[in-house]
């Protein structure tokens, strides 16, 4: 079964709207972490936000925000006032203390800024 | 500061041809580690995982293999080439901790 859950596998929005990145996990831990990353197109991977099992709550950093929800294992992310420079693949990730902190990657979604 | 080298950055291999890419981690010690692969327009997909020297975890069956001689060394290898090999490599490591997984470069292989 899959850990990481993103069933938005292309989303394209025209500059200046909010999206919303829609992960769903799948754990038995209960200490487990969940991050976001972000793949512009040189491929580089790069850390936007990791988030611990225990704190729930939400977070805003400028444009950026995440909706961590235990109760739907979901840890959604929202770009407000989207921009070009957002255009990239970006991943959602579990890793869980059970299994020595593997990391398991949701399958992407690929967002489109249109300008 | 921990830093993560992946090298090289890009590789054209003919096939039937033997693979070697190599990752290094510095200032960390014990580190999880990692190689994936991403075929154009996909997804991430975990190949394999090391938690120490000489332990490594393989994913998905194929024609390649991984070797970590040293604690913060992972190579990933292959004896030869196929077209479907083709793809973007990613190294990463982990901290046993699990603060999050940081990424090389990658290698984007094309194998002709």
């Known amino acids: 079964a899959q850990k990481v859950t993103q069933a938005q596998t292309e989303i394209s929005v025209v500059e200046k709207e909010d999206v919303t990145l829609d992960c769903v996990y799948e754990?038995?831990?209960?200490?487990?972490?969940l991050f976001w990353y972000k793949q512009p197109p040189s491929g580089e991977l790069v850390f936007l936000i990791r988030?611990?099992?225990?704190?729930?709550q939400n977070e805003i950093s400028g444009r950026y925000s995440w909706n961590f929800q235990k109760s739907t294992s979901s840890f959604n992310f929202t770009i407000t006032a989207s921009q070009v420079v957002d255009s990239a693949v970006y991943f959602c990730?579990?890793?869980?203390?059970?299994?020595?902190?593997?990391?398991?990657f949701g399958t992407g979604t690929s967002l489109t800024v249109i300008p | 500061s921990q830093t993560i080298h992946q090298w090289p950055a890009t590789l054209v291999q003919p096939v039937g041809s033997p693979l070697s890419l190599e990752c290094t981690v510095e200032?960390?010690?014990?580190?999880?580690l990692y190689w994936y692969r991403q075929a154009a327009g996909r997804g991430l997909q975990l190949l394999f995982y090391?938690?120490?020297?000489?332990?490594i975890s393989s994913e998905v069956p194929q024609n390649l293999s991984a070797s970590r001689p040293q604690d913060r060394q992972f190579i990933l290898s292959s004896k030869k080439l196929l077209l479907s090999d083709s793809g973007f490599y990613l190294c990463?490591?982990?901290?046993?901790?699990?603060?999050?997984?940081?990424f090389g470069q990658g290698t984007r292989l094309t194998v002709v």
């Open positions: 990463a490591w982990t901290h046993s901790s699990g603060v999050g997984a940081f």
């Open positions: 754990t038995r831990d209960t200490t487990y972490y």
């Open positions: 988030r611990n099992s225990f704190d729930e």
């Open positions: 990730a579990l890793s869980e203390v059970l299994t020595g902190n593997q990391f398991y």
């Open positions: 200032g960390t010690s014990n580190p999880n």
């Open positions: 090391s938690v120490g020297i000489g332990q």
